[in-house]
């Protein structure tokens, strides 16, 4: 559905002001509308741990939470994050490393590092929503976050021990 | 410490070399198995856990400079033609494009044998065509659309076996095949008129994309005359050697830096296309450049594990293999050599009559570029496939025939003797792991009645010995903490926490106390990281500049404390003698700022041995009869690698390999359109690598032994060894499962049932399946 306002009082076509929270601080980023939320991220904001592997949706490498929730950042437009909460790998350690942070380090959950930051929030987002996830829970909340290096298995072992921490 | 020049014969991904290099002073020997080592050997996370987690450790592609420009490239549509004629006109009027580079304006640099970075004739789709330079990397994408160039299609090949065939269109003058190996043992003629058992195979293996999550990419930036360069690379003095041939521009000014890099598996050896238009650029233009591969770029013109097609003849007299034969031609693509998939039939039986040829193919496709164990994963699916059917036809077990020729401690190839060969230990390992007397000749019913479960089992033969030249220093501070410098890198092996062990051991500091500076052409020279050749090449050196340190810094403490050298020693962070116990902090802090700078060089392989890594693995998978679909239910991998230095992260690497190998068996094929040469695959969405849910239960294990002959930390090489033997293992799991042998990879449903098909006839317990 396209809305066409009649009143004077509308934004665009070109750059407009976005105004999101990103890791609990408010920022007002000036983005064109297709820009996503992944490149206003690495390159307006410069927070480069979401990664760019395919650019298409398909790979989970820059997946951050929007709302608490698991989202591909590259899917997302910046101008859809309006008044909206986004949370990046950067965001977890203000206070100490995050239990999946610190379980990803204890389980060697990662060998190049390069699809770990999605991962990394794709735990975060399943153990938001499930404390006391099972292993099949794990493998849906990482399915789509791909790791070409195979540290799967550590990934899913770091997931259920960071569960187990959370808890307590 | 004097120099002296030592030469080594040193083998890197299956070719053997001779080197000269320097070493410095003398080395040491290897830690025996009782050396009572408290960090070598020992698990330990990642020494640079805390950056990888946190998004704080920094790629080449995290990397924004201020007023960096990007670059992107004009590829060709043709998989072969002539450039008549490019007009850039209407892209240079787009606002925000700062430089547009093409085979007419672009200044000469040579590149890998050519004297150019764009090509008057373009020879595969994704070939350089121009480069365009601008603000946002959105402008330059829409900017390369507006390039008008004349094409002069010409005829091409887009298939291995299509170029390999008479009257194909020729690519080079001396046509598309060529020899790239060869071996001869005994006589294999006569072997096989003497035989009792003969066994004939055509084997294909598909073109498998590398697809490292960070694709290839550099950033550039010139000081004056300085030019840096940030690059994702394995080897940053390979790429500076790169840029010196095509810039002729002295080291002095170059600088190339890899601190943290996304994945190469073998593709990152070296400087780019991408790289010298980068340097170009920022040089034309006076500000940094980024030039990084799309998705799509990369699956075109990053390279790729070359597809084969291989012929295997093999017989028996006896109890024994007698004889075999391995053909094999390799898709070059328009690369301009082939790995060898006839070195594990040269090197990893004791057979007593081969004959093996290996041959290079062009096609009007992308380069190869080296892949995890290049040629051996593709000639092992081969070769220990076909040891399969010849015992299976012999009414033996396939296990009991490769021990037979396991045993011999000389190596077939060179007639040498190993420094350390384990293999029959991990046949023995693997065969209790996964509980081989459970496998029977026919198969067997798998958990439902549509199931087929079967074992099967593979061997690797690898080098992995390491190889001079490679070099590092250690920088003791005062307060007790040491800086490791080394020109290495770390592409997610965990090289840096491996060198901190190996420094902390040595030294006698807590791990905690090292940090480790990789990946700097500013620091001494390190080998590229790839052949499995990291730790065994430059391990052996950090040792020695850490034992030098160690030297210096007793030497300064007896001064100090007033006692002989000989009744010190350093342990966990303290200088110990009789009666005293101090921090080095203490004692070093007793003088004015002062840095032990110890060094150490990699020192030769031992003369007249043979130094390779084995192993083996095993596999329990079931097959679903109707579907096609194979389920790999527990994969068993054994290693003979020497000393593992790190069991933590040495495991992770080994389910890596794995995981990896099992994409190359069941389902990673690129695809190529072939009447216009186009790649159809070259995503992630179309091009399948293994998701979480594809990984089996993997039990892994290592012999463990130090190979105390190999160099003076007592390790080999691990990373390509577990990729070599799992498709194998998969494929002969499936052939025992379902009474069917299927000869090419990846072993997706559709040959399964394929196969399937053709067989009907012979296996009626399927067929009787089916009918209840």
């Known amino acids: 559905m396209v809305l066409v306002p009649k009143a004077p009082s509308f934004v665009g076509p070109g750059a407009i002001d976005v105004a999101l929270e990103v890791n609990g601080d408010a920022v007002t980023v000036h983005v064109p509308p297709h820009r996503t939320l992944l490149d206003t991220l690495r390159e307006t904001l410069g927070l480069t741990g979401a990664k760019r592997v395919c650019d298409e949706g398909t790979c989970g490498a820059c997946t951050v939470l929007i709302d608490g929730k698991p989202a591909y950042a590259c899917m997302t437009l910046a101008v859809a ?88 | 410490m004097s120099i002296k020049v030592v030469r080594t014969k040193s083998e890197f991904e299956g070719i053997v070399s001779e080197e000269t290099a320097l070493v410095e002073g003398t080395d040491l020997r290897s830690w025996g198995d009782d050396a009572g080592l408290t960090i070598v050997g020992k698990r330990h996370t990642r020494v640079d856990g805390i950056a990888r987690v946190t998004g704080r450790a920094m790629f080449t592609q995290d990397l924004y400079l201020p007023g960096m420009l990007h670059v992107r490239m004009l590829r060709s549509p043709y998989p072969r033609a002539r450039v008549r004629k490019i007009d850039a006109s209407r892209a240079e009027a787009l606002p925000g494009v700062r430089g547009v580079l093409h085979r007419s304006n672009a200044p000469k640099a040579a590149f890998r044998g050519e004297e150019t970075i764009f090509r008057d004739e373009v020879r595969f789709v994704g070939d350089e065509v121009a480069a365009v330079a601008a603000d946002t990397e959105e402008i330059a994408a829409e900017a390369v659309r507006l390039i008008d160039v004349e094409y002069e299609v010409l005829p091409f090949v887009p298939d291995l076996e299509e170029a390999m065939a008479e009257g194909a269109t020729k690519l080079a003058d001396g046509g598309n095949v060529s020899e790239s190996g060869k071996h001869d043992r005994g006589d294999v003629k006569r072997a096989f008129a003497e035989s009792q058992v003969v066994v004939e195979g055509t084997y294909r293996t598909s073109t498998q994309l590398h697809n490292s999550l960070e694709t290839h990419g550099a950033v550039a930036r010139w000081d004056g005359d300085e030019l840096t360069v940030w690059e994702s690379t394995q080897h940053v003095f390979g790429v500076r050697a790169g840029i010196q041939a095509a810039l002729k521009i002295p080291y002095k000014d170059i600088r190339v830096l890899c601190d943290y890099m996304g994945g190469g598996f073998g593709s990152k050896g070296g400087a780019g296309k991408y790289t010298i238009v980068a340097a170009i650029f920022a040089r034309q233009l006076g500000k940094p450049v980024r030039c990084f591969l799309t998705r799509d770029e990369e699956n075109l013109a990053a390279g790729n594990r070359s597809a084969t097609y291989q012929t295997v003849k093999i017989s028996s007299k006896g109890k024994k293999i007698h004889a075999i034969e391995h053909l094999s031609w390799s898709n070059a693509g328009q690369g301009r050599w082939v790995a060898d998939p006839t070195g594990p039939t040269n090197g990893l039986y004791d057979i007593a009559n081969v004959r093996s040829r290996s041959y290079k193919v062009l096609t009007s496709l992308g380069a190869l570029a080296s892949f995890r164990a290049p040629g051996y994963v593709e000639g092992t699916f081969a070769l220990d496939q076909a040891i399969d059917e010849l015992a299976e036809r012999m009414g033996e077990d396939p296990l009991a025939l490769r021990r037979r020729h396991a045993t011999r401690m000389t190596d077939p190839v060179t007639s040498l003797r190993y420094s350390l060969k384990r293999l029959l230990r991990c046949y023995e390992i693997g065969e209790k792991e996964i509980g081989w007397h459970r496998r029977k000749p026919e198969g067997a019913r798998g958990s439902a009645l549509h199931r087929r479960r079967g074992y099967g089992m593979a061997s690797q033969l690898w080098g992995g010995s390491g190889l001079p030249p490679a070099y590092a220093t250690v920088h003791l501070n005062p307060d007790g903490t040491a800086v490791l410098r080394c020109g290495t890198q770390d592409i997610g092996t965990g090289t840096r926490t491996v060198l901190a062990q190996l420094v902390a051991e040595e030294l006698g500091l807590e791990v905690d106390a090292v940090r480790v500076e990789l990946g700097d052409t500013n620091s001494q020279y390190a080998p590229i990281s790839a052949g499995s050749l990291t730790v065994a090449s430059v391990g052996p050196a950090v040792r020695l500049a850490a034992k030098d340190a160690r030297g210096q810094l007793l030497e300064a403490a007896s001064g100090l404390l007033e006692m002989g050298t000989s009744e010190l020693r350093v342990q966990r962070g303290q200088i110990i003698g009789k009666g005293h116990r101090m921090s080095i902090g203490e004692v070093l802090g007793q003088v004015e700022n002062f840095t032990v700078i110890g060094k150490g060089s990699r020192f030769p392989n031992p003369e007249g041995l043979s130094l390779k890594t084995f192993g083996a693995h095993f596999a329990q998978v079931e097959v679903d009869v109707r579907t096609g679909e194979i389920f790999v239910e527990h994969v068993v991998a054994v290693h003979d690698i020497g000393r593992v230095i790190n069991p933590l992260l040495a495991t992770s690497q080994v389910e890596g390999g794995i995981i990896q190998g099992l994409g190359f068996v069941l389902s990673e094929e690129r695809i190529v359109d072939r009447p216009t040469g186009h790649v159809v695959n070259g995503n992630l969405e179309g091009y399948k690598i293994p998701t979480v849910r594809d990984v089996p239960r993997m039990t892994v294990r290592f012999t463990e032994d130090a190979d105390v002959k190999a160099n003076n930390i007592g390790a080999k090489g691990l990373g390509e060894p577990p990729i070599i033997p799992l498709p194998a293992a998969i494929a002969n799991a499936v052939a025992n499962a379902i009474g069917v042998r299927i000869r090419t990879a990846p072993l997706t449903r559709q040959r399964v049932l394929e196969a399937l098909e053709l067989s009907l006839e012979r296996t009626r317990p399927q067929a009787a399946v089916r009918s209840t």
Do not use: W
């Open chain 1, 81 to 168: 994050c309006a008044d909206r909460k986004v949370e990046t790998v950067e965001g977890l350690s203000k206070d100490g490393l995050h239990p999946v942070q610190q379980a990803f380090i204890d389980h060697d959950a990662y060998q190049c590092g390069f699809c770990t930051p999605g991962q990394i929030m794709s735990c975060v987002g399943l153990l938001r929503q499930n404390a006391s996830p099972d292993a099949e829970d794990v493998l849906r909340a990482v399915s789509g976050n791909l790791c070409r290096c195979g540290a799967y298995p550590n990934i899913v072992a770091a997931a259920l021990a960071a569960s187990k921490k959370t808890k307590r």
